[in-house]
């Protein structure tokens, strides 16, 4: 789960983690500091947005 720092569903994603986490579920949050919502569809060939893409392909290769 990704949680924007900038977002206005960040302490939503953050909670959503805690309470998947407390149910047994395996997670795993990243924080991205400084970021806004929909933040790689506006900025998608940043440092940033390929690593939130990279990360999203990993955790989907391992399912």
């Given amino acids: 789960m990704e949680a ?3 977002d ?3 302490d939503e ?6 309470r998947t986490a407390a149910a047994g579920v395996s997670t795993e949050l990243h924080v991205h500091p400084s970021i806004p919502h929909a933040f790689e569809a506006i900025a998608f060939d940043t440092a940033v ?3 939130m893409k990279a990360d999203r ?7």
């Fill in 4 to 6: 924007l720092e900038l």
């Fill in 8 to 10: 206005i569903l960040r």
């Fill in 13 to 18: 994603d953050i909670d959503y983690v805690r």
């Fill in 49 to 51: 947005a390929r690593r």
């Fill in 57 to 63: 392909i990993r955790v989907l290769k391992g399912l």
